[in-house]
């Protein structure tokens, strides 16, 4: 790769400059908001036991294996859509709360059988009172399509916030009180009812729902097609939790589940956002048919530039994290959590590409990937279970390169991105990270004997600095690239190593 490989992008009046308002506060957003949530989780974590955790694991992969049925889909289908009338509005708000209305019936019915599956009674009480998340997705879903159609996150941004201090409130005081795992189950419906009031009001949401769903078969086939993708996508990301339930302990699922969400947090709260704000962004360069290929690779590298670093530092310094944040009683966590984030990098990437095959209107794309997801992994940590948490590890080492080289396979093509040109993009982060890495493993054998936050202190800053400083002096063009992503420069070319 050389500092002059570059080609322009098109005048786009104005359109690069929503784009980095809408991300700015979107992410800029969830990263306050997560700040919020963490300063909550954190004290959370020390109080609850691992067993909390575990039985709260139960109930988030019953309710995410019906969330693929919410409807979220087919409000999705509207910004993508060229024309959306008052009726098309109305079509998509009515199917949303007979889905919803049905999914919350049918959790209500099912909760025993459930909790018997599991062998955990408790677990029917919860999921009975969790179905009330149901009831506020139409005004979740709806106002938020409609927002993103216009590229418009600044009012999601503010009641994401106020969502992360009422859920933050809620789980921290309900936990000081002694409610056990109650207080995981009672945050996210406090902030589902902040979030559907907060999003109506900012969309100001008026429709009426229509229930007679004549002329909205475009709806039903896009939104289909989302739909077994989320199935999909549903079969892949909890069929861990739901093939460790019956043969870990609650004690062994709470210590891998909550391992699992912290190495989630960069790919399951940070990447959201920007997908949110990439899809309707690549809709519009298609419909204006101008190419896709740069914004894609510009993106893919900014995503990698923050997340491979977090995820191999994290790595390294699992053992004084997690000593740090949980105390001892959650040390069975560290080598688990050391071999999640080795994985998460190449997850991050793959994450990122369908907003792109969904923009230009090939879902089938992203069907077929999420469909290899939903056989990879299921079969991966079906072999792996038997080895117990750190089994379902090496289940992820071997199942997300595997989707990552499948999916890429499959959407550079379509987008007409070549594979050199974001090798050369993404090899820079790379053998930065390695010798950051490199730096921190030496560095790390001379403050063993540390306490956990003093090694913390000293490994955190020594490899946030040897990474910035080796793409300083090395790439700097990526560096400014990035940069220029989230601010607001005057309306200049931004250069990219060539997509094809």
């Not at 300063?39 to 988030?60: C, E, H, K, N, W």
């Not at 090694?455 to 400083?469: C, F, R, S, W």
Request: aromatic residues 10%.
């Amino acid at each position: 790769m050389t500092e002059n490989s570059s080609f322009d992008h098109p005048d786009d009046s104005g359109f690069a400059t929503r784009v980095r308002s809408a991300l700015a506060w979107r992410w800029g957003s969830q990263v306050l908001a997560q700040a919020i949530t963490w300063g909550s989780t954190i004290a959370v974590f020390r109080i609850l036991d691992p067993s909390d955790y575990g039985l709260f694991a139960m109930t988030q992969a019953v309710l995410a294996a019906f969330n693929f049925l919410n409807g979220y889909s087919f409000a999705t289908s509207l910004i993508q859509a060229d024309d959306v009338s008052e009726r098309r509005i109305g079509q998509v708000f009515g199917m949303l709360i007979v889905a919803n209305a049905a999914l919350a019936a049918g959790q209500l019915l099912l909760a025993p059988t459930l909790a018997e599956y599991y062998g955990e009674p408790q677990v029917a009480e919860m999921l009975r009172i969790q179905a009330l998340i149901y009831l506020a997705t139409p005004f979740i879903a709806l106002p938020s399509a409609l927002l993103a159609r216009q590229i418009q996150f600044k009012s999601q941004g503010v009641v994401n916030l106020l969502c992360a201090v009422v859920g933050a409130s809620t789980a921290l005081v309900l936990a000081l009180r002694g409610f056990g795992v109650w207080s995981l189950v009672y945050a996210p419906i406090a902030m589902a009812g902040v979030r559907a009031l907060g999003l109506t009001i900012s969309a100001r949401l008026l429709v009426k729902p229509i229930f007679d769903f004549r002329g909205a078969g475009d709806i039903v086939t896009f939104g289909g097609a989302l739909t077994l993708c989320q199935l999909l996508w549903i079969m892949q990301s909890q069929s861990d939790i739901f093939i460790a339930g019956r043969q870990f302990s609650t004690h062994e699922l709470g210590i891998y589940a909550e391992a699992l969400f912290l190495a989630l947090v960069v790919t399951g709260r940070f990447l959201p956002p920007i997908n949110e704000v990439a899809f309707p962004a690549y809709a519009e360069l298609h419909k204006k048919q101008r190419p896709l290929a740069p914004y894609f690779i510009r993106t893919m590298r900014t995503v990698m530039l923050v997340t491979a670093p977090l995820y191999i530092g994290l790595s390294l310094t699992a053992g004084p994290a997690i000593l740090t944040i949980g105390g001892e009683k959650w040390a069975g966590m560290i080598p688990i959590i050391a071999g999640l984030a080795l994985a998460m990098p190449l997850f991050a990437m793959q994450i990122v590409c369908s907003p792109a095959t969904n923009a230009i209107g090939r879902p089938r794309i992203y069907v077929t990937t999420s469909l290899c997801g939903a056989i990879v992994f299921p079969i991966a940590f079906y072999f792996g279970v038997s080895g117990g948490p750190m089994g379902l590890v090496h289940a992820w080492w071997i199942a997300a390169p595997t989707l990552l080289c499948f999916t890429l396979a499959l959407t550079l093509p379509a987008i007409n991105v070549s594979p050199r040109a974001l090798l050369a993009e993404l090899a820079p982060i790379a053998l930065a990270c390695a010798s950051m890495a490199g730096v921190v493993y030496l560095a790390s054998r001379h403050v063993s004997d540390w306490s956990a936050p003093l090694q913390l202190l000293a490994l955190v800053p020594l490899g946030a600095a040897t990474y910035g400083i080796i793409l300083w002096r090395l790439w700097p063009r990526i560096l400014r690239e990035s940069w220029a992503m989230m601010r607001k420069p005057p309306q200049a070319a931004v250069t990219l190593a060539p997509a094809a």
